[in-house]
C-alpha cells in the first residue's frame, strides 16, 4: 500500500493541578506533544510523535508546518512498507540516489533538529501502520521480543529534601524497584543535591535501584563533586550530568567515578551516539524514538549497544506513542533491561489512547498487539488540538 496522506496535529492538554511538578524547566502546567498520522490507500493509518523539546512542553508548530509542507510532500505516493528507504529518501534529500548507490550518506542540512524529529515521527507512525498491517505488533518487526516481560522505573522524583523519601517511597508502594528523581541546577547548590539524594537512599534503603537525571544542567566540576560525594550510594546511574553539547566533558566525569553515566535522550541519530560511544562518555544509551530519528534509527543505536556491550534505557517520557515506540525498542533487545514510566500527570500517556499501557507490579508485558498496540481516542485529538 501507499502512502496517501500524512497529517500532524500539535495537542496540548493541561496537567491537573494535583500532579503538576517543578523542576529545572519550570512550573509544569501542560503537556506538548506533534502527533504524526500516515494514512494508506487502503484507509489504514498508523501514528508516531515528533517532539519539539525534550520535557513536556514545547511549541510544535514548526514540526507541524515541516510535516505537513515539507516532508508530506515527498512521501505522499511511496510504498508504505518501504521504511529504511524512505528514511533514507529524507535524511539525503536530492542526493538520496547517490546515498543509496554509494552505500554512504549524503545528508542534508537539517539533519538534526526539526526534520529529524519531524522524520520520527513518520517514521514511528509507518512502523505502526506496518504491523497494523501485517497483523503483528512492531517488536515481531524487529526481531521478537528477547523477554516476556520487563521491568520499568518509576520516573519522577521532584520533591524537596523533607518530602522526597515519601514521594519515592509512594512509586516502591506500586511495586518498582527502581526508581529516578530529579537533581541539578533546581537545588540551587551541589550539597543540597546530595542531601537531597541522601536522603531517597536512606528511604528507600540499599535494595532499590536509584537513578539521578541532571538535565544536563551541572558544570563539570559540579557534576564531578556530586559524582564523588555520592560514590557510596550506589546509584544505579548519573543521567545527563552535563548539557549534551560538551561530550568531551561527559567523558571526563565518566572518567572520575565509578557511577554509571546515562545520556542521549537529546541526540539525534546514530551518529551522535556514535560519537558518545567514542569519547568514553556513556555507560547508558538513551535514544528517544520522538527524537532520534524514529524506531528506524533507534534501532541502530541498540544494534551499537549490543556491540560496545552498553546498557539500552529509552527515554519513554511523552505520549503513549512514544512510550510504546521505546518499549518495543527494548523488548528488542538483549542490551535492554529497564523502561521508564512517567509518574508525573501525563494525558497524553493516559488519555490520548483509548486503553493506556499496563504497568502492574513495576513490569510490563511484552506487546502482543498489532503495531505500536496502542488507539487515539479521536474526542481527544478534538479537545486538545492547537
Not at 494508506?40 to 514545547?58: F, L, Q, S, W
Not at 539525503?92 to 554509494?102: K, P, T
Not at 505488533?137 to 524487529?142: N, Q, S, T
Not at 483509548?354 to 479537545?383: C, H, M, N
Amino acid at each position: 500500500m501507499r502512502i496517501k496522506a500524512i497529517n500532524a496535529y500539535w495537542l496540548r492538554c493541561p496537567i491537573p493541578a494535583g500532579r503538576q511538578w517543578r523542576s529545572d524547566y519550570g512550573h509544569l502546567t501542560h503537556f506538548d506533544m506533534t502527533l504524526v498520522e500516515v494514512i494508506d490507500e487502503g484507509g489504514m493509518m498508523g501514528y508516531g510523535e515528533a517532539k519539539a523539546a525534550v520535557g513536556a512542553t514545547g511549541a510544535c508548530a514548526s514540526i507541524v508546518t515541516c510535516i505537513e509542507q515539507e516532508l508530506a510532500p515527498q512521501l505522499v505516493g511511496q510504498e508504505a512498507s518501504n521504511i529504511t528507504a524512505i528514511w533514507d529518501m529524507v535524511y539525503n534529500g536530492s542526493r538520496y540516489h547517490y546515498a543509496r548507490d554509494r552505500g554512504r550518506v549524503f545528508p542534508i542540512l537539517g539533519n538534526r533538529g526539526t526534520t529529524m524529529s519531524a522524520l520520527s515521527g513518520i517514521d514511528t507512525a509507518l512502523w505502526d501502520l506496518k504491523g497494523k498491517r501485517l497483523g503483528v505488533p512492531v517488536v515481531e518487526l524487529l526481531g521478537g521480543a528477547c523477554r516476556d516481560s520487563m521491568k520499568c522505573y518509576a520516573s519522577g522524583g521532584w520533591a524537596d529534601v523533607t518530602a522526597l523519601g515519601d514521594q519515592l517511597k509512594s512509586y516502591v508502594d506500586y511495586g518498582y524497584g527502581g526508581v529516578k528523581m530529579r537533581v541539578g541546577v533546581m537545588d540551587d547548590t551541589v550539597r543540597h543535591t546530595v542531601a537531597r539524594t541522601e536522603a531517597a537512599r536512606a528511604a528507600l534503603g540499599p535494595d532499590i535501584d536509584i537513578m539521578v537525571d541532571a538535565h544536563g544542567t551541572f558544570s563539570v566540576t559540579e557534576a564531578r563533586r556530586y559524582a564523588r560525594l555520592t560514590e557510596d550510594l550506589d546509584l544505579y546511574w548519573f543521567e545527563e550530568p552535563v548539557t549534551s553539547d560538551n561530550k568531551a566533558g561527559t567523558a571526563e566525569i565518566r572518567r572520575s567515578t565509578t557511577t554509571p553515566i546515562a545520556a542521549g535522550e537529546s541526540e539525534f541519530t546514530r551518529f551522535d551516539f556514535r560519537d558518545l560511544i567514542t569519547a568514553g562518555a556513556v555507560d547508558v544509551l538513551q535514544p528517544d524514538c520522538a527524537i532520534v530519528g524514529g524506531i528506524t534509527e533507534a534501532r541502530r543505536v541498540a544494534a551499537l549497544a549490543e556491540t560496545y556491550q552498553l546498557e539500552l534505557a529509552p527515554h519513554c517520557w511523552g505520549s503513549a506513542f512514544s512510550f510504546m515506540a521505546g518499549v518495543h525498542l527494548a523488548f528488542s533487545s538483549s542490551s535492554a533491561h529497564y523502561i521508564e514510566h512517567s509518574l508525573g500527570g501525563n494525558p497524553l500517556l493516559y488519555e490520548l489512547v483509548k486503553e493506556a499501557p499496563v504497568v502492574k507490579d513495576g513490569r510490563i508485558l511484552s506487546p502482543e498487539r498489532p503495531g505500536l498496540g496502542v488507539e487515539v481516542d479521536e474526542e481527544f485529538i478534538r479537545k486538545f488540538r492547537v
